[in-house]
């Protein structure tokens, strides 16, 4: 059974920081693609940052480039989004999403944690 589920959401002040950690069982964790989107209430659901497998590349959406980092550890079947510099603007429910490579014909979505930034 496929599953995703993410942790660390939570209540943070502006300027604080969060870390994400989505734990996957299921399938075989490094050879999917991970990513982290984000969905605020009355908006679309966006994409925060991916990293591939095996090597790790990174991309990042603007807004997040400079204050997120996206890290995966492959032995633990993890996959982490380090959240710095936080604006009440990155409020949003966080969902870690895995694709498998190289063709995404298989796509996992996790339940969501709300990470909340307000004073």
């Known amino acids: 059974q496929v599953q995703l589920v993410e942790s660390g959401g939570g209540l943070a002040q502006p300027g604080g920081s969060l870390r994400l950690s989505c734990a996957a069982s299921?399938?075989?964790?490094?050879?999917?693609?991970m990513r982290w989107y984000r969905q605020a209430p009355g908006k679309e659901r966006e994409l925060v940052a991916a990293?591939?497998?095996?090597?790790?590349?990174?991309n990042y959406a603007d807004s997040m480039r400079g204050r997120f980092t996206i890290s995966r550890d492959n032995a633990k079947n993890t996959v982490y989004l380090q959240m710095n510099s936080l604006k009440p603007e990155d409020t949003a429910v966080y969902y870690c999403?895995?694709?498998?490579?190289?063709?995404?014909?298989?796509?996992?979505w996790g339940q969501g944690t709300q990470v909340t930034v307000s004073s």
């Open positions: 990293i591939t497998s095996p090597g790790g590349s990174t």
């Open positions: 999403n895995a694709v498998s490579l190289p063709r995404g014909d298989y796509n996992y």
């Open positions: 299921g399938f075989t964790f490094k050879r999917y693609a």
